[in-house]
């Protein structure tokens, strides 16, 4: 099963992309997820406006509307308010070929909207030259994003942000200021930031958790460290696991550990050859991951290995029951 990888890497800018000859920069790897939205809050507003019986109704009345048919054909320009206006540019942006394009299309934006969340989160992720800067545009992100959902939204909808696509550009910007916090030395903030992203959509459809535990255990927080394992105890992921071992082997050493390394190893094998330097983790990780396979592992041990090179005999550990679990 394929998943999108979580980012939990410093802002770069257009890291996945090249140089032409003219020096402008191609590619945009961010586009194809984001893209989807624009497909979704469509097909979302199209719906809003019927009344089905059941389900199957619903799914045949899109299926007979949109056969053939690009999604917007739907919309109506003319009714689109400041904010519409402005998302749809940063639609058109994310697609854009150059990365000046894209901060261009950003900047019109916020002159049609200054609560386009997204704006201030492309130019974040585009314009800054530093983590500073970074910050300073996410953080007007945030705010933006508050301005167009409302305090109402802060109250009635807990637990289903991100689910509702309206909140994704806020918390977008919420995960990106925290992650330059973190950057910046300001790490209980960031850690904050994390936790109330947890509470607004415990689903955690951005990963927040996995990032989460990882900062948790370089502070050393071993109770809260704990207390979110509990939390999503049923993750099954390369991640989880492998620093649920790591966590249990810091407070107990090798015997109360040793079952959660095996079923770490059982989960994804391919993890200890990045752990323990036999394999260099790529500089480019892949942009999907795999359960259980090696770009799993590849990108567990980019975010994790220097919590296993820090923490005294874990990957001499790992070594021995590695070897003990390939001879089974």
């Given amino acids: 099963m394929a998943k999108k990888r979580k980012s939990t890497s410093k802002p770069k800018k257009s890291s996945k992309s090249s140089q032409n000859s003219s020096g402008k920069t191609e590619g945009n790897t961010r586009a194809g997820p984001r893209v989807m939205e624009k497909t979704m809050s469509e097909i979302g507003r199209l719906l809003q406006e019927q009344e089905f019986a059941s389900h199957e109704d619903a799914n045949a009345f899109i299926q007979e509307q949109l056969q053939g048919k690009p999604v917007d054909v739907f919309s109506n320009e003319a009714e689109w308010d ?3 206006r402005a998302q749809e540019l940063i639609y058109d942006a994310w697609e854009m070929l150059y990365k000046s394009d894209r901060v261009r299309l950003a900047e019109r934006a916020l002159v049609i909207s200054p609560d386009c969340a997204d704006a201030y989160n492309l130019l974040a992720e585009e314009k800054a030259k530093s983590a500073a800067e970074a910050r300073a545009y996410y953080e007007e992100g945030v705010r933006a994003g508050e301005r167009a959902l409302g305090p109402e939204a802060f109250k009635e909808d ?14 977008r910007a919420r995960a990106g200021l925290a992650e330059c916090l973190w950057i910046l030395g300001e790490r209980e903030a960031a850690v904050e930031h994390y936790r109330d992203m947890l509470r607004l959509n415990p689903g955690d459809n951005q990963g927040i958790r996995y990032v ?31 620093n649920r071992a790591l966590w249990l082997y810091r407070r107990t050493g090798e015997s109360g550990a040793e079952a959660a390394l095996t079923e770490a190893l059982e989960q994804n094998p391919h993890v200890p050859v990045y752990l323990l330097g036999r394999k260099r983790v790529p500089k480019r990780l892949p942009e999907y991951i795999g359960w259980g396979d090696e770009s799993e592992a ?3 041990a980019s975010d994790a290995i220097e919590l296993w090179k820090a923490t005294d005999g874990a990957r001499g550990w790992l070594l021995r ?5 390939a001879l089974r």
């Fill in 321 to 325: 029951t590695q070897q003990t679990f």
């Fill in 212 to 242: 989460l535990l990882g900062r948790l255990l370089e502070m050393g927080e071993e109770e809260r460290v704990g207390k979110l394992l509990k939390e999503y105890e049923g993750d099954g992921s390369a991640s989880w696991l492998y």
């Fill in 158 to 171: 807990v637990g289903y942000f991100w689910g509702l696509m309206e909140t994704r550009p806020y918390m």
């Fill in 82 to 84: 400041p904010l519409r």
């Fill in 298 to 300: 590849k990108a567990y």
